[in-house]
């Protein structure tokens, strides 16, 4: 067995020391800030999390670039929830718990920010969701915010799209039924669509984990909708495209969510979906002043175009760390003020307020699938 020399063993020690009192929060290294972001960066969703953490990535290089915060430099610390809302809770409570963080970013699915966010709403650590946008997310839950626009909101856009720019009288609706997201952005679409003077000729909720959607295609073909709203996750979407397209429906019928932004689902069914529209955060192309600064920055960094939730992961670790500098003290209690008191704040993903339900209030983007691309087609103010 090698020797250990005293001065090695010494500083094995003291390292030892200085861990443990950092795990017990007695003394934190008190250079850092530290942030806690929870993602699924592997399982069923994990372009959402890489997406995201690449995004929270750029902001932190360029905080601590600038000087970090009073002084002091960001740390970020990853947590992976493997896409499940029972490993959002067990990776919060750690962060909170273990880790101490003083504020906590995540998640991207609503099902996970549920969970996560009963976590840190208990034990009063602020969490900012970067894109989930289900209503229930930060309903009663004072500790939790997002940056992105609500369901409510982005139901009402789309509705309002497919009646008065496609001029579409009559829509079907297929979604997950299990999900938070889906089923709620379905029926705000449905409610908001209907007030309008449209009509709903088809409803289906199809179950988790069902993978052949081609009987339900074939009910709604037969109830002859001109459109389809279909607001659900990519992974999902790529495999309804490609049915549909067995069962002749065209790719331009459909019309969805911001649960298709992936680079996926244009590599599964670009061809399948081209011509398609779908509500969204972002799109490389969006003509707002923040957004090319963002895209030549993230470009530089990975050399490809970011996603939507890339833009949006940026968004809320900019807009956390603006609200850690205005805060009189960086802790949860310091922190969840001056996020309340966010107004204005010129994002990657448009300039954004954050109203008194902690939900933002910012513009909508209509993007169409071009050539497999996300293309700027239009925006919509929330109402
Ligand atoms: N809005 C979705 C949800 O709340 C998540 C999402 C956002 C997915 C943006 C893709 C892009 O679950």
């Not at 007695?26 to 699924?40: H, P, Q, R």
């Not at 947590?79 to 970013?105: F, G, H, M, W, Y």
Request: with cysteine.
């Amino acid at each position: 067995m090698a020797m250990i020399s005293r001065r090695a063993f010494t500083l094995a020690a003291a390292s030892l020391t200085v861990f443990t009192l950092g795990a017990s929060g007695c003394t934190k290294n008190s250079d850092e800030i530290v942030v806690g972001a929870y993602l699924s960066l592997s399982g069923s969703d994990s372009t959402f999390g890489t997406d995201t953490k690449d995004g929270i990535e750029l902001a932190v290089q360029e905080v601590n670039a600038a000087g970090g915060i009073k002084g002091k430099k960001v740390k970020v610390l990853y947590e992976d929830d493997k896409s499940t809302p029972q490993e959002a809770s067990n990776k919060v409570r750690q962060l909170i718990d273990r880790d101490k963080v003083v504020a906590l970013l995540g998640e991207v699915a609503s099902s996970r920010s549920m969970a996560g966010g009963l976590i840190a709403n208990t034990k009063k650590v602020p969490m900012v969701t970067p894109s989930s946008t289900a209503v229930e997310v930060t309903k009663d839950r004072e500790w939790v915010f997002r940056t992105c626009f609500t369901d409510a909101q982005q139901g009402d856009v789309a509705a309002r799209f497919v009646w008065e720019t496609l001029k579409k009288k009559k829509v079907g609706l297929f979604y997950a039924a299990q999900d938070n997201y889906s089923s709620g952005l379905a029926q705000s679409f449905k409610d908001s669509f209907k007030k309008l003077g449209g009509e709903i000729v088809i409803d289906k909720g199809f179950q988790s984990k069902e993978t052949n959607f081609t009987t339900y295609l074939n009910e709604i073909k037969g109830a002859k909708p001109e459109a389809i709203f279909v607001p659900i996750y990519y992974n999902d979407m790529v495999q309804v495209a490609r049915q549909a397209k067995q069962a002749d429906i065209p790719g331009t019928m459909f019309i969805g969510g911001d649960g298709w932004d992936s680079a996926d689902l244009t590599e599964g069914a670009g061809a399948e979906l081209e011509g398609a529209y779908f509500t969204n955060h972002y799109a490389p192309d969006v003509p707002w002043p923040n957004s090319a600064a963002f895209l030549k920055a993230f470009k530089g960094k990975y050399n490809h175009d970011p996603s939507s939730l890339s833009a949006q992961g940026y968004d809320a670790a900019r807009l956390l760390f603006d609200a850690i500098t205005r805060a009189s003290e960086p802790t949860p209690a310091g922190i969840k003020a001056a996020l309340e008191q966010t107004k204005d704040f010129q994002g990657a993903t448009g300039t954004l307020t954050i109203d008194k339900e902690h939900n933002a209030n910012k513009p909508i983007v209509v993007v169409q699938i071009k050539a497999k691309k996300f293309t700027y087609h239009s925006q919509l103010m929330s109402k």
